[in-house]
């Protein structure tokens, strides 16, 4: 194991949790705030790596939309989730229809704005104790997916899992990925006498671990498709926003998802 690499990468961990904790636990104009610089440097990492050229123009008229977002929110939450809704169905169109991905803008704007819409309604719409809860459960599902298969990875890691998108991903580390996160989270939750069935919950925490796979595969094919190794150099033995934050999009996405079919399960039963 690169136990140096390592050390780097615990290291910006430190450093980097506080600056993630503080504004979740802060709530109100200190979250709003932190998501939409992160959201904005996440878009500009993309746009900087598909050679958008008007990227740091995209980059300030993004971050004060969703400053604006912010402040119409009860006006205009209904328009923001359609176009939300129109810009992955354009996204999907195109990938899948047209079978062309020279629209990278668009879809990394559908990809960062998924992520803004969703962390920022959770804070706003219900009970600020819960969607703490809620968020850092995300996080750290994500954290520990990562963690999990990289010293699942470098430790016994001999078959490769996904050659042609991320040659360093083995089969050992994948399954630490979805155990690690698991085995912790159920225990911290058990701990915590909270009240949801046992089964429900570990089905749940395993679904969200193959969605921090996902994501970070979905990131790994993003990279491999401009040939570079990081999304950029901002956190030391990570690379970018992306590097880190990847698996936390998946995550959320996979929540989306797990909530909505739930819901419609739910209507359905009445």
């Known amino acids: 194991m690169d136990t140096n690499n390592l050390k780097l990468r615990v290291y910006s961990s430190l450093v980097l949790f506080p600056i993630v904790l503080f504004p979740i636990y802060l709530g109100g104009w200190y979250f709003s705030l932190a998501l939409v610089f992160f959201v904005t440097i996440l ?3 993309l746009i900087t790596i598909s050679g958008q050229q008007k990227k ?8 004060f939309s969703l400053i604006l977002v912010i402040l119409l ?3 205009i939450r209904p328009a923001v989730i359609a176009l939300l809704i129109l810009l992955s169905i354009s996204s999907l169109c195109n990938l899948l229809i047209i079978k062309k991905n020279t629209l990278w803008t668009l879809y990394f704007l559908n990809y960062t704005l998924i992520f803004f819409v969703f962390f920022y309604s959770l804070m706003n719409n219900q009970s600020q104790d819960e969607s703490k809860y809620i968020i850092l459960f995300i996080v ?6 990562d963690l999990g298969g990289y010293i ?7 078959k490769k899992a996904f050659p042609k998108i991320s040659p360093n991903k083995t089969v050992e580390g994948t399954i630490f990925a979805i155990l690690f996160p698991t085995i912790i989270n159920y225990l911290i ?3 915590m006498n909270y009240q949801i069935n046992k089964i429900i919950l570990i089905i749940l925490i395993v679904f969200l671990s193959i969605g921090a796979i996902l994501g970070d595969l979905f990131a790994s094919l993003i990279k491999r498709n401009f040939n570079i190794k990081n999304s950029s150099n901002l956190l030391p033995g990570h690379g970018g926003f992306l590097d880190r934050f990847d698996s936390v999009i998946g995550v959320t996405i996979t929540y989306i998802l797990v909530v909505y079919f739930y819901e419609l399960y739910a209507m359905m039963q009445l």
């Open 152 to 158: 699942g990875g470098k430790l016994i890691g001999k």
């Open 73 to 75: 929110w009860d006006f």
């Open 56 to 63: 740091k123009l995209l980059s300030i008229l993004y971050f």
């Open 140 to 145: 750290s599902i994500a954290i520990l997916s």
């Open 189 to 191: 939750l058990y701990l």
């Open 43 to 45: 878009f500009y990492e």
